[in-house]
Structure formats: C-alpha cells, structure tokens
C-alpha cells in the first residue's frame, strides 16, 4: 500500500546498479496494505514523520486512513483474472492465491481464450495512451520509471491456469498443449514488454516466484528445458534497447540462479536467509547488483532490536562494497512489533550510508 524509498533519486539508484561508487545504499521500505488496519494508524504514521530517508517527501495524512486493496487481495471476495484464475484470500490486503484453475481440464484448451495485451495485463485493464502519459510525467520530474510485468508472468502463471502438480507432470510428458500454452504466455509478455519499450522506461521488472523453503519448485533440468528460453526471449529486446532488467524470485533459487540472470540481467531481487547471506555474496558481490530482501520470517518479526541491526549491518558488509552492487527492500506486513519497526527503519536509515 506505501512503498517509499531513497532511491527517487535516480542518478544515485543508477549509479549503485552499475557499481560507480553511489553516495548511500538505495533502500525502500514498503508498508503492505493490511498493515493499516493491523497496527495503530498514528504510531506507523509517527515512524514514516522519524525516517524522512526512507519516507522522502512523506506528507502526515488524516486517520482514520481506509487503505485500498489489489483485486486479488480482498477478503471474502474471490477475483477472477483476466486469464480466468480465481483467486481468494483470507485478509484484505494480503495477496491470495489460485483456488480454480481455468483448465484443470486440459479437454477445455481449444476454447481457451486469452486476454488481449493490448487491453490486459493479465490482472486488470490498461490503457496504454495513460501509461505513456504517466511515464512521460515520471521522467520530466527526474524520476526512475519501470515497466512491471505481474508478478509470476510465466511458470506460475502456468500453474494458476493448469495447477501445480497437472503443470509439472505436463512439463515431464512434454504434453503438446502445455507447451502451446508456455508459448502463448511468452508472446502475451513479449506485447507488454513492447509497450514498456514504446514508453521509454528506465527499468524492466520481470518478478516470478520459482523457490520454496527449501529449494526450487521446478527442476533445474525442466527449467533450463521449458522457462528459461521464453525467459531469454523476453529479455532480448530489454537488452537490445539497453534498458535495466530487475529480475525477482521469493523463495531459495540457488539451483536456477545462474540460469535466471543468464542474458544481461542487471539486479537481481532475492530473499537473505533463504539463500544465505555468505552464498548470495559469493555469487553475486562485485559482478550482478542485488536487491536483498530483509528477512520476514525469523529475525525482524521475532527478534530483538539488536538481532535487527546486526542482521542489517551483515548483510551490508558482506553483500555490499563501496562500488555498489546492493540495494536493500523490506515489506512489512502484519505481526511484527512496532520496536522491531522502529529497530529496522533506523539501521536502514543508518547503513544506507556505511561505505561513505
């Protein structure tokens, strides 16, 4: 719902992506929606007021604030995309998941019909004249612009439609209409990307959840086979235009990481503790710039103020250096306690600034 961050300013953001020494860590702090009717209003407002780094230009609104919520995230309201998906979940604010699967039954696949990208995004209508219009006005006010395809643009959007389990099997049997759809999906992103292109964006994000806790939820031998060439297609033409790609994936994605940013990408936006903070610095400090998201699992929801800055702290000095290469993200959502809040908007605030 809030999403703020240092690094509106562009030449600083840009400079940490290409490692030519930025002046502080770029650093975005985001406040999911349910959080506004979880916590106290006027104590999250009273920390954005205490942390105008990571809050610029943050203006104090009237409470009571009514946040608005996604489509696919209303409680008690089941949405149903523009590829047919239906989607539930139990807390407004909260993103839920698939629970009906357009063709749980593959005989359905010659009717299937798929959104128009001219008209689509896949999770809502859009206006392509208004996008432009909007970059347009991002850029003249010296801002970073992005093109976003939704998040889980190809595997998951895959398993949304089939399901998890027909999905994978469909990918061991090379089943004709899966891949025709895998296909499909990867010409309806390639519309979009064009249209970020046309707009002349800054930053092309391409987010998919591909991990579990433990591992990745497809094989590496399925991946490399099946997700990995649609995904090269669809960074081609960000590549030729010289434009930054922003890969994201949840979960532990050791085993696909190489295949994932294969091909130019230039950030790469992961999960700390899942991966480890030593691995992700081995594989990526000084070459690939990463996005590190904070932990929201362990540390920041049940760990002491101290815990949280160490963790911050450890993750600048091992994943970061004084050429660049990291930014740091953290989503905060219901659940963890205000001085854990508190503790992590004041080391982002303090180690933004650790290599200068």
């Known amino acids: 719902m809030y999403a703020s961050t240092s690094s509106s300013d562009r030449d600083n953001l840009l400079r940490a992506i290409r490692f030519e020494r930025p002046d502080y860590i770029p650093m975005t702090f985001h406040i999911n929606a349910a959080c506004w009717t979880h916590y106290d209003q006027d104590a999250l407002l009273d920390l954005m007021e205490e942390h105008p780094f990571l809050f610029p230009g943050f203006e104090r609104w009237d409470t009571p604030f ?48 798929f959104p128009d990208p001219e008209h689509s995004m896949g999770l809502g209508p859009v206006d392509w004249d208004v996008f432009e219009a909007q970059i347009g006005a991002a850029k003249a006010r010296g801002e970073t612009t992005y093109g976003d395809l939704r998040h889980g643009h190809t595997f998951q959007q895959l398993c949304d439609i089939r399901g998890y389990v027909d999905t994978i099997t469909d990918l061991a049997d090379g089943e004709p209409e899966v891949l025709d759809l895998l296909e499909r999906l990867c010409r309806f992103n390639l519309a979009l990307i064009r249209h970020f292109l046309k707009a002349d ?156």
């Open 201 to 356: 964006v800054d930053i092309v994000r391409i987010p998919e959840d591909l991990g579990m806790q433990t591992g990745p939820m497809i094989s590496p031998g399925l991946f490399r086979e099946y997700i990995k060439p649609l995904y090269q297609r669809m960074l081609e033409p960000v590549r030729s235009a010289g434009k930054i790609i922003h890969m994201h994936s949840d979960g532990n994605i050791r085993a696909l990481a190489d295949d994932i940013i294969e091909g130019g990408v230039d950030i790469i936006n992961l999960q700390d503790l899942v991966n480890g903070v030593d691995w992700i610095a081995g594989k990526f400090r000084g070459n690939t710039c990463v996005d590190l998201d904070i932990d929201r699992q362990s540390i920041t929801p049940f760990g002491t103020p101290d815990e949280i800055d160490a963790h911050v702290r450890r993750c600048v000095e091992k994943v970061g250096c004084p050429e660049g290469g990291l930014m740091l993200i953290y989503g905060l959502y219901p659940g963890v306690p205000l001085e854990n809040v508190k503790a992590l908007m004041d080391a982002m605030t303090r180690y933004a600034f650790f290599y200068n």
């Open 66 to 113: 009514v946040p608005e919520y996604d489509a696919n995230a209303r409680a008690d309201s089941p949405y149903t995309d523009d590829f047919g998906c239906v989607w539930t979940t139990a807390m407004d604010g909260i993103v839920g998941s698939v629970h009906q699967h357009p063709l749980a039954d593959i005989s359905k696949y010659p009717e299937y019909r």
